[in-house]
C-alpha cells in the first residue's frame, strides 16, 4: 500500500467542516464568521499538525527512516500529533522535550508515552542550540539515524503541508483567514495559496508575539528562495498580538470561561494554548470594530483538543 492509499484510510481532510459563528456583533454587522474544523479531520492527527506532518512523514518512509526526531514543550500539540502519527504509520519517534523533567506531566507528554513515544527533557540552554550542527550531531550519536523534524513541523516539508489547508472555494469566499501561530509555518503555507484579495491575520500564542512576523517572512524566503519575493507578502500579512494571555501555554479564569462559553453557545471545543485565544481575538475584534461590516472570515481549527486536559 502507498503512502497515499494508507493517507486515504486515516486522514480525513472532506470532514473539515465550516462551522458557523453568529453573535449579535456578526448580526447587527453582516459579518460571516465560519471555523474550518481542522480538529476533525483524525481524532488525534488534526489540525495544522496533519498538513505539517504529512510531508515528513512520506519523506521519512520513502527515505527508509524508521524513526522521527523532535522537539517541543510539555503542552505541544506537535509532540502529541507526532508520536499518534508514529505509531499509526509504523514509524518510532524520539521527542526532545524543552526543559526539565516535570514532576507533574501534562495530558500531552503522558498521551505521548501512551503512544510509544521516547522522551528525552534537556534543559532550556541545551534546547536553545537545537538548530547548531553541534547539536544535531550529538542527536545522531545519541539515536542513530533518524528524520529529524523541527519544532512544531515547522519545516519546507511543513509549510508545503498547510498549502492545502485552503479548498479553491475558501481561496475565493473570504476576506480574512485567521491563524493561531506558533512557529509562524501555517501562516506562511496560507500566505502562499490565499488569494489576491485576502488577508492572513496571524494570532502568536507568546507574550509580545511581534517577532513571529520575521519567522513567517523567513519561512516565505525559504520556500521562495527569494528575500524580495518573500517581502512582497507582508501586504497581505497581519499579526495581531494582544491575545496571547501572558505566553505560551499560560491562560487565566477570563479564557477559560469563554472557551466554555462557546462550547455552551455555539458547539465549537476550543483549547486554551491555541484555539481559545484566536477565537477570543477575533470576536473581540469584531467588537472594536477592526472588520468593516460585511466582511467575510475564515478562522482555521488547529486542533489540539487534549490541550483542554492539561493536567
Given at each position: 500500500m502507498t503512502f497515499d492509499e494508507l493517507t486515504r484510510d486515516i486522514i480525513h481532510p472532506e470532514r473539515a467542516v465550516l462551522h458557523p459563528i453568529e453573535t449579535a456583533e456578526t448580526a447587527n454587522r453582516n459579518i460571516?464568521?465560519?471555523?474550518?474544523?481542522?480538529?476533525?479531520?483524525?481524532?488525534?492527527?488534526?489540525?495544522?499538525?496533519?498538513?505539517?506532518?504529512?510531508?515528513?512523514?512520506?519523506?521519512?518512509?520513502?527515505?527508509?527512516?524508521?524513526?522521527?526526531?523532535?522537539f517541543g514543550g510539555a503542552f505541544s500539540n506537535h509532540i502529541h500529533a507526532t508520536a499518534e502519527a508514529?505509531?499509526?504509520?509504523?514509524?518510532?519517534?524520539?521527542?526532545?522535550?524543552?526543559?526539565?523533567?516535570?514532576?507533574?506531566?501534562?495530558?500531552?507528554?503522558?498521551?505521548?508515552?501512551?503512544?510509544?513515544?521516547?522522551?528525552?527533557?534537556?534543559?532550556?540552554?541545551?534546547?536553545?542550540?537545537?538548530?547548531?550542527?553541534?547539536?544535531?550531531?550529538?542527536?545522531?550519536?545519541?539515536?542513530g539515524s533518524f528524520h529529524l523534524v523541527p519544532e512544531g513541523g515547522s519545516n519546507f516539508l511543513g509549510v508545503n503541508g498547510c498549502m492545502e489547508i485552503l479548498s479553491e472555494n475558501e481561496k475565493n469566499n473570504y476576506d480574512f483567514i485567521c491563524c493561531a501561530s506558533g512557529t509562524g509555518s501555517t501562516a506562511a503555507g496560507l500566505l502562499l495559496t490565499a488569494g489576491n484579495?485576502?488577508?492572513?491575520?496571524?494570532?502568536?500564542?507568546?507574550?509580545?508575539?511581534?517577532?513571529?512576523?520575521?519567522?513567517?517572512?523567513?519561512?516565505?524566503?525559504?520556500f521562495l528562495m527569494d528575500r524580495v519575493v518573500a517581502e512582497e507578502y507582508n501586504g497581505s500579512l497581519e499579526v495581531i498580538t494582544e491575545?496571547?494571555?501572558?505566553?505560551?501555554?499560560?491562560?487565566?479564569?477570563?479564557?477559560?470561561?469563554?472557551?466554555?462559553?462557546?462550547?455552551?453557545?455555539?458547539?465549537?471545543?476550543?483549547?486554551?494554548?491555541?484555539?481559545?485565544?484566536l477565537c477570543f481575538g477575533i470576536l473581540d475584534l469584531i467588537k472594536k470594530n477592526y472588520f468593516l461590516n460585511n466582511s467575510r472570515i475564515l478562522m482555521i481549527h488547529s486542533g489540539g483538543l487534549q490541550g483542554l486536559n492539561p493536567k
Open positions: 460571516t464568521l465560519h471555523v474550518k474544523r481542522c480538529d476533525l479531520i483524525h481524532p488525534e492527527v488534526n489540525g495544522n499538525k496533519w498538513y505539517k506532518l504529512k510531508y515528513n512523514l512520506r519523506k521519512s518512509l520513502e527515505t527508509g527512516h524508521d524513526t522521527m526526531l523532535t508514529g505509531k499509526l504509520f509504523g514509524l518510532r519517534t524520539i521527542g526532545i522535550i524543552r526543559g526539565e523533567e516535570p514532576k507533574d506531566w501534562s495530558h500531552t507528554l503522558l498521551s505521548a508515552r501512551e503512544n510509544g513515544m521516547q522522551l528525552v527533557f534537556i534543559d532550556r540552554l541545551s534546547y536553545a542550540e537545537k538548530n547548531t550542527e553541534d547539536f544535531k550531531g550529538w542527536l545522531h550519536e545519541q539515536y484579495d485576502q488577508k492572513v491575520l496571524s494570532f502568536p500564542v507568546f507574550k509580545n508575539g511581534g517577532f513571529i512576523k520575521e519567522e513567517i517572512i523567513k519561512h516565505l524566503e525559504y491575545y496571547g494571555f501572558g505566553g505560551y501555554a499560560k491562560w487565566n479564569d477570563e479564557l477559560i470561561a469563554f472557551i466554555q462559553q462557546m462550547k455552551k453557545d455555539h458547539d465549537l471545543p476550543l483549547d486554551q494554548v491555541y484555539t481559545g485565544k
